[in-house]
């Protein structure tokens, strides 16, 4: 846990690596085996934060997590506060969100057990769906919230509309942006909201960016999301997956998700999401190490 000075302790799982073999998963992450409470292996490690989409937590990137870790990343990703599969209460809330990767950023660098084996200048971040959009806003991006009423108006239908009718944003909640200069990287996965986002912040982004696109989004449309991010990103690591859905970025499905919540795992018949998961945790792996490589 986290501690929060605005807020309750944040959840935090940690993926780092170690000499321990794997013996069993975690509760909840049941396709991969882990070293639970291992000892830590390695000095000046880099860093990798994970932020989730709207309604998630802390492993629903687990396969990517422990990719990065084979790959010697420490990775820490939080079940954001008020936005998570137990409390939707501030889900409409984005200010908070990239407020609580800086604090989780904080926690890891200053008061996690092992924070002396990390390189605070050697930090990344991915984030996924509301998290795409909070990764890309803590390095520095920022909303122009005047273009959420029109783009609801004539589209309110969409994922991120209905959203917000049933959560209404606080007062001041598209604003008060926290930004963390400790972010080298970025790779950010359907990324939401890119509609409003404003140019001119994105374009002063120094970090690398990948971004990625889910062909058939169906929960975040084209062109008002990732589309709209890269126009003001040309130079960023682009890729575009094709006949992929929404939530194949998501951790592939097992028997128990399948079950119990089927709309996660709506994959259409002919993607093997398995198989695009290992080339995508590849490709993140490969963008972090290039771009977070140790200095001489």
Known sequence: MAPDPKGPPITVGIWYPTMTPATAPERGMDDLPVASNAPIVGDRLPLVVMSHGNGGWFGGHYDTAIALAKAGFVVAALTHTGDNYQDQSRATDMANRPRQLHVLIDYMLKDWDDHGRLDPDRVGAFGFSSGGFTVLTAAGGELDGTRIQPHCRDYPTHYDCQLMLRVSPPPGGLANWVHDDRIKA?????????????????KGLRQPIQLWRAEDDEILPDPFHATAVRASLPNADYHVVAKARHFDFLTPCNDYTRKTLAFLCNSDPSFDRAAFHRDFDASVTAFFKANLAAKP
């Open 186 to 202: 970025v790779v950010s996965a359907a990324p939401a909201l890119g509609y409003a986002f404003k140019a001119e912040t994105l």
